[in-house]
């Protein structure tokens, strides 16, 4: 008798504790590392330096590529990636502006808003 409820409870404490990690995932993401880069590289797209721009874009991505933890951080590194792509190929301000929607989602996937505001 005491096996049973011995093993539903082991089992009821791995599902709860499993359960408690997934939702405090994405309310503990910083972004912060990827922002930098990125400001950088949207700077000198808007320059003109096609070089520095595929640089910091590259450190953008090798960055978000390091942890990749949330929905949000793979599309931040998918556009990343696109921007990467269209700067080799000599699309500059396509780049740019691909580089500038990762920055909008980064600001997006900050942490949670209590307080009920709007």
């Given at each position: 008798?005491?096996?049973?409820?011995?093993?539903?409870?082991?089992?009821?404490?791995?599902a709860?504790?499993?359960?408690?990690?997934?939702?405090?995932?994405?309310?503990?993401?910083?972004?912060?590392?990827?922002?930098?880069?990125?400001?950088?590289?949207?700077?000198?797209?808007?320059?003109?330096?096609?070089?520095?721009?595929?640089?910091?874009?590259?450190?953008?991505?090798?960055?978000?590529?390091?942890?990749?933890?949330?929905?949000?951080?793979?599309?931040?590194?998918?556009?990343?990636?696109?921007?990467?792509?269209?700067?080799?190929?000599?699309?500059?301000a396509?780049?740019?502006?691909?580089?500038?929607?990762?920055?909008?989602?980064?600001?997006?996937?900050?942490?949670?808003?209590?307080?009920?505001?709007?």
């Amino acid at each position: 008798m005491k096996l049973p409820i011995a093993l539903s409870a082991f089992i009821l404490s791995v599902a709860f504790n499993g359960a408690t990690l997934a939702a405090g995932g994405p309310m503990n993401e910083d972004l912060s590392p990827l922002a930098i880069p990125a400001q950088k590289a949207v700077d000198a797209g808007k320059a003109g330096n096609a070089a520095v721009f595929q640089t910091e874009a590259e450190a953008a991505l090798t960055e978000a590529r390091a942890k990749l933890d949330s929905a949000a951080q793979q599309r931040i590194t998918g556009k990343l990636k696109r921007a990467l792509e269209a700067s080799k190929s000599g699309d500059l301000a396509g780049a740019t502006q691909m580089v500038e929607e990762s920055m909008r989602d980064m600001k997006k996937s900050g942490g949670p808003k209590f307080g009920g505001g709007s």
